[in-house]
């Protein structure tokens, strides 16, 4: 197809239009610049049809010579030996019998991991690869996705029957919410079907995995000449990338040796050997124990490749009939023996630092002491107009200005709780479920005790029942907040110019202004903020990609000594959990408030409240948090949800470490037993902390008496003082009327308002007041682990042996 007329350099050039004493002023305006389209056609760098031709001929060839080079150098002798998770996606998938087909193959030499992580290892001098295959259990969820953030390739062993089971499913949202690297489908057994039935078999895997995997081949794994397709598969298939780990430097520790320091023995120096991959790891940065915290680097050695491709040392060695592992004295003991080469050391005076809170200085800000003499004259000088007036913690003197001096707006309790106005509603429901939970008591002390055959504590019964009644009083919060957003009653024991002094109206919550350093809270004395956030991630991610950095190269195996860590990561890593490092980029151990866009995941149906402790997975790290939900939107100013909406995209907002995106997040929430519900998935939006959240209280009154244009209206509030007060906001209705309050009417609370045109008698009349809200400073790099997921398929036989 031929391409776009191009105008050539006979084009016909019409003389431009003269507008006269205008053009002649605009001409003189300019001063001499000249105008783009006036330019030569040097100075634009304009390229014929055969450069540009040439020029894309030569990006294409530039991007497939660098996927080759990446394809050659994964698990070849200069890279990192290929890294493949075996994830076994159901209770009866043979996983063991495919591990026993992987180690029987007749041109590679096994290595067995003693005493390390776990594993074993592929060494094939003829095919010059080499692999590592780390074994992932499914109830794990944090080894889990430990392994996926550093894997090349996820090995899912499928059952021939069903494919997966629950906690295969779950485990499989959990991955692919985080990013999934690049995989293979793999089928052991089957073997004792027909071979019609198995034909038709594996038809219906296929059709049960396309909703996954639509593009996905299945592999079956039953004979050697299949395992090596599939290894030859793992070896040429496209590697896809994760942004977050191919920008960082990160390995997975293949050993590990805790030194104890000289003051105390749960404090030390934990040596981490294994593979550098991603990028350049420098020995002057911070590096983050996925679940263990950021720490600092004393030095880098290099000891001898355990896996290394040595054809002096594998000639020679023959593979018996079964199977035989290569000990670690056959690597050679002329190389064991070598000393370790230290490569770097740290250079206290480049060496990040870890701190990652500003200490604030109380005494910031103020100025020079004052004489003797200027203290009096003050003192004189404020006598006369000195009024005392009591206002809650934080107000500025702008605020308690306005406030009005009397006793009913005077409270002694000045710090009014943020959340008084969610939690009134929640008070009166917990008095009526202690109640009812009382009469419940009485009434089981009158019943019979029946023995059943279930092995059910009566204590833990009753606790199933009170979570019960707390999970179904967040139902009916979540759905009066569905029915009547926002809206709240107006307190009869408390004046409402009082309960609402930390709110003000606004003419219009899209246009109207907001100063985003009004009212900070103390907390944000501690954090950071960039000056462009995005301007610093550029000009970071481009260091990244030109300069060189110093260092342990890709593919080099080193020992990272980390400093002041605690014995517990080595124990965990004793007891065969994974050992994942990170390194960090510049400003990434420092504390500021991250922005999640997120949105429900399917299979969560359970009420999430505001300000409630979460699990969050976001990147590389993990951390509890109690998050702020706001909509996603384009505005200056962004309203509060109180509940995590199922139907629409929402951001989240805490209190946590830097980290630059792109980067997944994983929202879970913590059962009272332990396990991990998945309720949200998303991505890391933007380091902000000038995003302004506005909560909005919304009044209600009902019209009492409707005249043509006005209205009088009861209900809002009960005392004359709040309807002055409260005088100056706008009033608008449900049916778009709006208006404002004209003039109290009596003593208790009754009011005239004026509207653009005559209300109905079933109408409400609103008033809307608006807050800035912060998120809790509840950040807590501690994780425990989850209680492993139960398989639905192994629990409900048992169930019903219990029950007869």
């Known amino acids: ?29 300019a001063a001499g610049r000249v105008p783009v389209k006036a330019q030569s056609r040097r100075q634009r760098r304009e390229l014929g049809r055969a450069d540009r031709r040439h020029q894309a001929l030569q990006l294409r060839r530039q991007r497939k010579e660098a996927v080759l080079a990446e394809k050659r150098s994964l698990g070849s002798r200069d890279g990192p030996p290929h890294l493949v998770v075996v994830v076994p996606l159901h209770g009866r998938a043979a996983a063991h019998d495919a591990l026993h087909l992987l180690q029987s193959q007749d041109s590679a030499v096994l290595r067995v991991d003693k005493g390390k992580a776990g ?37 899912f062993i499928l059952d021939p029957a069903d494919g997966w089971d629950s906690a295969g499913e779950y485990c499989l949202s959990c991955l692919f919410a985080q990013g999934l690297p690049s995989y293979a489908l793999a089928v052991p057994g089957g073997t004792d079907l027909p071979p019609k039935k198995r034909i038709d078999a594996k038809k219906k895997l296929s059709k049960v995995i396309e909703k996954r995997f639509p593009e996905a081949k299945l592999f079956s794994l039953n004979t050697e000449q299949e395992s090596s397709l599939l290894l030859r598969h793992l070896a040429t298939q496209k590697q896809r990338h994760l942004a977050f780990r191919d920008r960082r430097a990160h390995l997975l520790a293949y050993a590990a040796e805790f030194v104890p320091s000289q003051e105390s023995d749960q404090v030390g120096t934990l040596k981490v050997s294994g593979f550098v991959r991603g990028q350049t790891l420098d020995v002057n940065g911070l590096v983050h124990i996925v679940g263990h915290g950021d720490f600092q680097m004393s030095q880098l050695d290099a000891p001898p490749d355990p896996l290394s491709l040595n054809p002096r040392v594998v000639k020679g060695w023959k593979k018996t009939q079964d199977m035989d592992v290569q000990e670690d004295s056959v690597n050679g003991t002329n190389e064991m023996e070598e000393d370790v080469k230290l490569l770097m050391k740290a250079d206290m005076s480049k060496q990040e630092s870890l701190q990652s809170e500003v200490v604030p200085d109380p005494m910031e800000g103020e100025q020079t002491w004052p004489t003797e003499e200027e203290l009096q004259e003050a003192e004189a000088s404020q006598k006369a107009s000195r009024r005392e007036v009591k206002v809650p913690k934080g107000t500025s003197k702008y605020q308690a200005a306005w406030i009005m001096d009397d006793e009913e707006g005077s409270d002694e309790d000045g710090d009014v709780d943020d959340d008084i106005d969610d939690d009134m509603m929640e008070e009166a429901a ?21 023995t059943m055959s279930e092995c059910v504590r009566d204590d833990q019964y009753d606790e199933k029942v009170e979570e019960d009644e707390q999970m179904l009083e967040k139902f009916k919060q979540e759905r009066m907040d569905e029915m009547f ?20 109206g606004l003419k219009s919550f899209r246009t ?34 030109k300069e060189e950095a110093e260092g342990a190269l890709v593919g080099w195996y080193v020992t990272v000594h980390v400093c002041n860590v605690p014995v517990g990561v080595m124990e965990s890593f004793r007891a065969g959990k994974p050992l994942v490092l990170f390194a960090l980029l510049p400003h990434e151990q420092k504390m500021s408030v991250l922005n999640f866009l997120v949105r429900r995941h399917p299979t969560s149906s359970e009420p999430v409240r505001a300000k409630e402790e ?37 951001v989240v907002t805490v209190y946590a470490p830097i980290t630059f995106p792109p980067a997944s997040v994983l929202l879970f929430k913590q059962r009272s037993n332990g396990m991990h519900d998945l309720i949200a998935t998303g991505s890391l939006l933007a380091a902000d902390p000038d995003r302004i959240i506005i909560k909005r209280l919304v009044l209600s009154g009902h019209p009492f008496k409707i005249f043509t244009k006005t209205a009088v209206v009861r209900y809002m509030f009960f005392n004359r003082e709040d309807v002055t007060w409260f005088k100056p906001v706008e009033l608008r209705t449900k049916w778009g009327r709006r208006g404002h309050i004209k003039e109290p009417l009596g003593t ?16 409400t009349v609103l008033l809307n007041l608006y807050k800035r809200v912060f998120p809790k400073w509840t950040y807590d790099p501690y994780v425990p682990e989850p209680v492993p997921w139960v398989r639905s398929e192994s629990v409900l036989p048992v169930q019903e042996v219990e029950m007869e």
Not at 485 to 504: L, N
Request: aromatic fraction near 10%.
């Open 1 to 29: 197809m031929a391409g776009a007329h191009r105008a050539g350099p006979l084009k016909q050039q019409n003389k431009a239009h003269k507008g006269g004493r205008h053009h002649r002023a605009a001409r003189r305006g």
């Open 485 to 504: 957003p926002d809206e709240v009653d107006t307190p009869r024991d408390v004046p409402a110019r009082v309960r609402f002094q930390k709110y003000r």
């Open 614 to 650: 979460l699990v969050f997975h976001c990147g590389f790290r993990r951390f509890r948090a109690s998050p702020l939900f706001s909509q996603h939107t384009s505005a200056d100013k962004h309203k509060l949800e109180r509940f995590l909406r199922p139907d629409a995209a929402l």
């Open 748 to 763: 208790h609370g009754h009011m005239k308002c004026h509207f653009d045109g005559q209300l109905k008698s079933q109408d």
């Open 512 to 545: 109207s202004p907001w100063d985003p350093k009004e009212n900070l809270p103390r907390d944000y004395a501690r954090i950071f903020q960039f000056q462009d956030f995005f301007r610093t991630r550029k000009h970071l991610f481009r260091q990244i990609e």
């Open 430 to 450: 917990s008095q009526e479920g202690e109640s009812s939970a009382e009469e419940e008591e009485l009434a089981e002390e009158d019943c019979e005790t029946v």
């Open 119 to 155: 594993g074993f290892a592929l060494l094939c001098p003829q095919l010059k690869q080499r692999w590592r295959f780390v074994t992932a259990q499914t109830g794990d969820l944090h080894a889990v996705l430990d392994l996926a953030k550093v894997a090349d390739s996820l090995l």
